[in-house]
T-cell receptor
Framework: ETGVTQSPTHLIKTRGQQVTLRCSSQ?????VSWYQQALGQGPQFIFQ???????GRGNFPPRFSGLQFPNYSSELNVNALELDDSALYLC???????????FGQGTRLTVV | LAKTTQPISMDSYEGQEVNITCSHN???????ITWYQQFPSQGPRFIIQ???TKVTNEVASLFIPADRKSSTLSLPRVSLSDTAVYYC?????????????FGKGTRLSVIA
């Protein structure tokens, strides 16, 4: 089974701080994507990594950045946190073309 | 990327069949139709994917007419545990680079 683990599950940060969210899977998958989901909305695409390179980005400012590591784990970094960054952050992995995406349970970030 | 339109919410009694229709008038030739289910504070979960006609798996059926401008997700005999948000996505999943684009989804409430 493909298990996607995100950490931490919950996080509270102060406006202006920086945060790093992590994503890992039990099996290697080439593509990892990150999404932001505000309350009552669908997930919004932030960016995507394929073989450690960013190969797609949504409408998010540069203070949202990421990394994918050789073991396929990934990080989402957000600098200069704003109140509107409060959301559920989801990572998803995909093995290749025409394959389903597997999502983690998300990290609930609250910016105060 | 083709935009999708779904009802915001639906209610159903336990044991009934539920049909959720999604409109995607601008679907492209290479686009597939994919449905995801999401429970509160969890990541979306793949339900079913199709290109044309009918697809059935152990949890749902997907009906796609010849013009592919709409699709219908059919959930047989729903139970309380089917209460969730259902997202219809359209995209070229043959390309592993294509990100998933979520709308607001349909909030299904199953009543005892």
């Amino acid at each position: 089974e493909t298990g996607v683990t995100q950490s931490p599950t919950h996080l509270i940060k102060t406006r202006g701080q920086q945060v790093t969210l992590r994503c890992s899977s039990q099996s290697g998958h080439n593509t990892v994507s990150w999404y932001q989901q505000a309350l009552g909305q669908g997930p919004q695409f932030i960016f995507q990594y394929y073989r450690e390179e960013e190969n797609g980005r949504g409408n998010f400012p540069p203070r949202f950045s990421g990394l994918q590591f050789p073991n396929y784990s990934s990080e989402l970094n957000v600098n200069a946190l704003e109140l509107d960054d409060s959301a559920l952050y989801l990572c998803a992995i995909r093995g290749g073309p025409n394959t389903e995406a597997f999502f983690g349970q998300g990290t609930r970030l609250t910016v105060v | 990327l083709a935009k999708t339109t779904q009802p915001i919410s639906m209610d159903s009694y336990e044991g009934q069949e539920v049909n959720i229709t999604c409109s995607h008038n601008n679907i492209a030739t290479n686009d597939y139709i994919t449905w995801y289910q999401q429970f509160p504070s969890q990541g979306p979960r793949f339900i079913i994917q199709g290109y044309k006609t009918k697809v059935t798996n152990e949890v749902a059926s997907l009906f796609i007419p010849a013009d592919r401008k709409s699709s219908t997700l059919s959930l047989p005999r729903v139970s309380l545990s089917d209460t969730a948000v259902y997202y219809c996505l359209v995209g070229d999943t043959n390309s592993g680079n294509t990100p998933l684009v979520f709308g607001k989804g349909t909030r299904l409430s199953v009543i005892a």
